[in-house]
């Protein structure tokens, strides 16, 4: 009886839309992509890729990490519906709503980011309802960005407003986009939700678009995404792969090494210009973390990662830049496990990227 009475409360909002017209719109472009497959629009790399990575990397390119639609209407009740390719259980650090929801925010008349709240159905096909959304200036149209799955892909997905609103999508004008390339960590793991991700979170901050190339467990500054990064114009690079280079994975420093001077050597081939901004472990330094020795795992990568920095400069490279694991400033509130970032961790991560991108940039600090 309880569980037939928790899914009537779910039912309530959907049979009230129901009751009313709405119009439905299919996207045909996503903001967040790297390379454009037009007919795979959801995947972050392009289908002419998958004989080239290793297979986890490809599986991992099809998650919309980092990815997210730009609209804008005079609805202000909208609803999301979609499918999604893997029927995932949320992770034991990570909740469903991080793994597989999307997530909604609006800029009003004062340019302040707003965030809506759904009612939510996750199911062979997903639903996300937002209703009763006020903004400033609240009668006229305005701009939505609507947030990917983080670890999951979408194989379809549409956004339905009432008859009577106005409704268009809309390709993001940002300028040169910043191009980043890591780990779990960058795709997002393990925010609340994808709003929360630090890349996502950057994104509205800086206003620029962030392709998100973050490969769980499979960022290792490898041969086949800097070729990818390569092709794509960019204000920034950053390389943030240290999480999945430390000693547990195998590498050696001289194997490390040749595959960051391999990715330099190919950005500053065809960028010669574009700044490069390199980031070591993020929980290298952690005051009061409790076990030395996978804290001393951490640092050794941050070491290391210090090392190839100062040798690229010795070598001549020039307009690269290293964001240290104490500038990230993680502490004991910043991680669900000990590595991943919560969503405490994930605005540590963003202000520390933050900071140094504006400095990078010439672009005044966030009052």
């Not at 409360?9 to 903001?31: D, G, M, R």
């Not at 597989?100 to 996750?122: C, E, Q, R, T, V």
């Not at 549409?158 to 106005?166: A, E, F, N």
């Amino acid at each position: 009886m309880k569980k037939v009475f928790l899914f009537f409360l779910f039912l309530v909002p959907i049979l009230a839309f129901a009751q009313e017209n709405f119009s439905w719109h299919k996207p045909s472009y996503v903001e967040g992509i790297c390379i454009h497959d037009p007919n795979h629009i959801y995947y972050r790399l392009p289908a002419d890729m998958e004989c080239q990575v290793r297979k986890p990397v490809w599986y991992l390119s099809k998650n919309t990490s980092g990815e997210f639609l730009h609209f804008k209407t005079t609805a202000r009740s909208i609803t999301v519906r979609f499918v999604l390719e893997d029927n995932l259980a949320p992770f034991p650090h990570m909740p469903e709503m991080g793994v597989s929801g999307i997530d909604l925010y609006a800029i009003d008349m004062n340019g302040n980011w707003n965030w809506a709240p759904p009612h939510y159905h996750f199911g062979d096909t997903c639903t996300f309802i937002y209703k009763n959304l006020y903004l400033a200036d609240n009668h006229k149209t305005a701009d939505f960005y609507l947030y990917l799955p983080l670890y999951n892909t979408v194989k379809w997905l549409s956004v339905g407003v009432p008859d009577r609103d106005k409704f268009e999508f809309v390709r993001d004008n940002k300028g040169l986009p910043i191009v980043a390339y890591g780990t779990s960590i960058l795709q997002g793991g393990v925010a609340s939700r994808a709003g929360l991700a630090w890349t996502n979170i950057l994104e509205r901050r800086l206003d620029k678009t962030i392709i998100n190339l973050g490969f769980s467990g499979n960022g290792r500054f490898e041969k086949p995404i800097f070729d990818l990064i390569a092709k794509r114009n960019a204000s920034l690079y950053i390389l943030d792969c240290m999480p999945n280079l430390d000693r547990t994975y195998g590498f050696s420093d001289s194997i490390i090494k040749a595959r960051v001077y391999y990715g330099v050597k190919k950005l500053r081939a065809d960028h010669p210009n574009t700044p490069i901004l390199f980031a070591e472990h993020a929980g290298g330094y952690t005051p009061f973390y409790m076990d030395t020795a996978r804290l001393n795992l951490y640092h050794n990568a941050s070491i290391l990662m210090e090392h190839i920095f100062n040798d690229l400069g010795k070598d001549g490279y020039k307009n690269i830049y290293l964001l240290t694991d104490k500038e990230i400033g993680f502490d004991i509130n910043s991680t669900t496990e000990g590595l991943h970032p919560d969503d405490i961790g994930m605005i540590h991560y963003a202000d520390a990227y933050e900071k140094i991108i504006r400095q990078i940039l010439r672009e005044p600090q966030r009052k």
